[in-house]
């Protein structure tokens, strides 16, 4: 394994380059190659956090992930992008995978985790989650002794079903369900929201009011919603 790169799953946060942690920053600047999903707003965005601390020299490799409904197309597409990963690591190049938040939370990373075989080396770095972002710029916590906090990344009735169990709910990708959302807290009383868009960005915004969600949305906007204390 000696001969071969190492890869690394680095998160950097929301968009703040600040809030990089200092092994990120180790990973980047000996890295060979950085590789990012081919999404033109997560690219630019991951770029742009990181690219005080980058390499002059380093190689750029922007991989498509398949978002087919065809679930086989989809693996296939995350095989590929393994597979070229691996050629990397075999010519010994460091290979470096940016995700925006932490590489374990509904990343494109963890995909590619599934298709890499054993023998290579392989390197998690946490990164800060937007919420926990948003939570700290807002003074508000997420839990306290006894209480329930959940994670959602889309809507329907078991989302009902968590935003009723749970005392703080983290509403992540809400761009894709806004609307399902603002309807609910529409028709339930007793809950409170914050939203940011952009968090750690010059553009970032705040919204405090559930009427923002009968809109478009920002693909990087969070939530959190959480039962008024009585």
Do not use: W
């Not at 070229?84 to 995978?97: A, T």
């Not at 990708?173 to 807290?185: R, T, W």
Request: hydrophobic residues 35%; proline residues 3%; glycine residues 6%.
């Amino acid at each position: 394994m000696s001969h071969k790169g190492k890869l690394y799953g680095v998160g950097i946060g929301p968009g703040d380059a600040e809030l990089l942690t200092l092994k990120a920053i180790k990973a980047l600047k000996k890295a060979d190659v950085i590789c990012l999903p081919k999404s033109k707003d997560q690219a630019s965005t991951a770029l742009e956090i990181v690219e005080e601390f980058l390499p002059k020299d380093i190689e750029q490799v922007q991989m498509v992930f398949s978002m087919s409904k065809d679930i086989e197309q989809r693996k296939t597409s995350r095989k590929n992008n393994a597979l070229e990963v691996m050629e990397m690591l075999d010519q010994g190049k460091n290979v470096v995978f940016l995700t925006l938040g932490d590489p374990m939370l509904y990343s494109t990373y963890s995909y590619l985790l599934e298709y890499l075989t054993k023998e290579y080396s392989v390197e998690n770095i946490p990164g800060i989650y937007s919420f926990s972002a948003i939570s700290n710029t807002l003074s508000i916590p997420l839990c306290k002794g006894k209480e329930k906090v959940s994670v959602i990344g889309a809507f329907n009735k078991d989302s009902e079903a968590i935003l009723a169990l749970s005392d703080t709910t983290v509403c992540m990708k809400i761009s894709s369900y806004g609307k399902q959302l603002a309807e609910f807290l529409k028709n339930n009383s007793g809950y409170s929201f914050t939203m940011i868009s952009e968090a750690g960005k010059e553009e970032e915004s705040q919204y405090f009011d559930a009427k923002i969600l009968e809109g478009d949305l920002p693909y990087f906007s969070t939530a959190i919603v959480q039962k008024i204390k009585q």
